[in-house]
Structure formats: structure tokens, C-alpha cells
């Protein structure tokens, strides 16, 4: 994969992120569950595009461990 492709992956990588955030924040006040599980799902595919090594860890793992460092996708 070359550098812009995987630097494009990375910017739709944090957009489905922001997504994600987002609707957490606003779980309790909608019914959005579907919605994020198919953004959970969307993420962590692409996710495993860029980081294959990352195969072995659970999804749930993956997005809380981001939280912390979005910006060093």
C-alpha cells in the first residue's frame, strides 16, 4: 500500500472515530445502537488494513487504547 493510500485510510480512520464519539456521547438520549455497531465494524476493519499487527487485540480494546492517542494514527 502506498503512502497516500494509507494516509488517506488514515483520515477516513478518524473520521469514523469522531463518528463514534460522537454517537456514544448522545447513546443514552437516542436509540443509535445499530449505528454504532456498524461504524465499530466500519473502524476496526480499516483499522486492520493500516495495522494488520493489531489483528490479535479485541475491537473494544483497539478504540478505548485510541481515545487516548487519536491524533497518532
Not at 15 to 34: A, Q, R, S, V
Amino acid at each position: 500500500m502506498t503512502d497516500n493510500k494509507i494516509n488517506a485510510k488514515k483520515r477516513k480512520l478518524k473520521k469514523i472515530y469522531e463518528k463514534i464519539m460522537m454517537l456514544w456521547k448522545f447513546k443514552k438520549e437516542t436509540d443509535n445502537i445499530d449505528d454504532i455497531s456498524r461504524l465499530e465494524s466500519e473502524f476496526l476493519e480499516l483499522y486492520l488494513e493500516i495495522y494488520p499487527e493489531s489483528q490479535y487485540e479485541s475491537g473494544q480494546d483497539i478504540i478505548y487504547r485510541l481515545s487516548f492517542d487519536i491524533e497518532n494514527i
